[in-house]
């Protein structure tokens, strides 16, 4: 377990680079999979969940590698082949992407093994609409004490698909399995966020045909081979985001280079009315503390265009600074304020709650799931010896702690690098008193 040592209470002052999206990087890498020839993806972040998929490609054959440019990725999957259960079964824990392998290792192989899936501990995240899906399209799903097996008699049908909830990941499934399906698939109540439009784009580049009707409706039309593409990642906007927040909970001013408005409107909107100031230009955003008090906010996740849970985390530490109280409501994960925790013992008030404090009552409102917060401020934080959890709670602790007086100790911030491009050096340049801990891995 990696730990540092954060000291507290000095604004964050500077420029950082955000590259592009871990959570549509990790995807694109996967669609690489379905072309006949060489695909190349462009300002990928050093991050590792992206070493995790790498590892995942090529043990099915895929040979990857790293352009002049150390954010350049090559991937030719020429000789995609099985790969053996066992080493698959080593990545086992580390990530949730393995299930977008499902489709297009069938396509080629016509058999695929998925490991036990990781991920953040931020709820229950079952992958049931993930096999449902599969399932709808011919595949046969057997579950096996080290994980699942996917198979097909013969080639995957299109079909009509509706998801229950507009899952990210199972519409990624859909797109990745029906682009090469026979026949047509439509997927009603489908995920649309900036990251799925920008799979699309790529799947485009390589041979597909789909097309994004209104009221989240995606129709595919299946195609008998796709080629590789040449694709240039859209930045992390949620790294660019908890920049953001970091700079308004510190009292800082943060140059985001790379942030881009047109998928972060509904953050800054929400930035703007606690009290925080950014300006924006052709390269990036400057998000920054302008003075004077913050303000309270009622605050409700949701599915793109809503704000973003992944927003959500690092941005309740700057409503710890703001004036009243603030309501937090997180409908798309039912565990994701278990962090707050952490918020209380450094000096926040904030109290978690089962019911649906918000405008519109979501899936978690009559279980038993604190997925609602009240958040009283500002107080003043102070340091505390702190777990990271998860990797957005993660990122949150380390705000708090920057925002805190004294010194803290954070435990497991390898966490952190899973989607946090060398966020320690960036700390450092941005005038943060960090330091690793003795034995602490670099
Ligand atoms: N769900 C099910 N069954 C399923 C799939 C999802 O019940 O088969 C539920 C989940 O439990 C959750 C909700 O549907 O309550 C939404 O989950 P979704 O499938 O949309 O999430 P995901 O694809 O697993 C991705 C990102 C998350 C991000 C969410 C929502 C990746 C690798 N992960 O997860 O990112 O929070 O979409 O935008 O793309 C992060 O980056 O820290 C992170 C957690």
Partial sequence: MTTIHVTGGAPLVGTVHVRGAKNFVSKAMVAALLGETTSRLRDVPDISDVAIVRGLLQ??????????????????????ELAHVADIDAHAGASRIPILFCGPLVHRLGTAFIPDLGGCRIGDRPINYHLDVLRQFGAVVEKLPSGIAISAPRRLRGTK???????????EQVLLTAVRAEGVTELRNAAVEPEILDLIGVLQKMGAIISVDTDRVIRIEGVDTLTGYDHRALPDRIEAASWGSAALATGGDVYVRGAR???????LNTFRKIGGAFDIDDE?????????????????????????????????????????LSIVHETVYENRLGFTEALVRMGA??????ECLG???????????RHSAVVSGPTPLRAAEIEVPDLRGGFSHLIAALAAEGTSTVH??????????HFFAKLEGLGAVVARAEGAMA
Avoid at 61 to 75: I, N, R, W, Y
Avoid at 261 to 267: C, K, L, P, S, W
Avoid at 349 to 354: D, E, F, S
């Fill in 59 to 80: 043990l099915h054959g895929v040979k990857v590698s790293q352009g002049a440019d150390s954010a350049e990725l090559t991937m030719d999957p020429s000789d995609v």
């Fill in 161 to 171: 698909l509706s998801l229950p909830y507009p899952s990210v990941g199972t519409t």
């Fill in 261 to 267: 408005q047109a998928d972060m409107m509904t953050f």
């Fill in 284 to 324: 990036g955003i400057r998000f920054f503390h302008p003075g004077g008090p913050l303000h309270s906010i009622a605050l409700e996740t949701d599915v793109h265009p809503g704000f973003m849970t992944d927003w959500q985390q690092p941005l309740v530490v700057a409503l710890t600074q703001a004036k009243g």
């Fill in 349 to 354: 008030t904030i109290q978690t709650y089962r």
């Fill in 359 to 369: 405008s519109t009552p979501c899936r978690f409102g009559a279980m038993d799931f």
């Fill in 412 to 421: 497991g911030v390898e966490l952190i690098d899973r989607g946090y491009e």
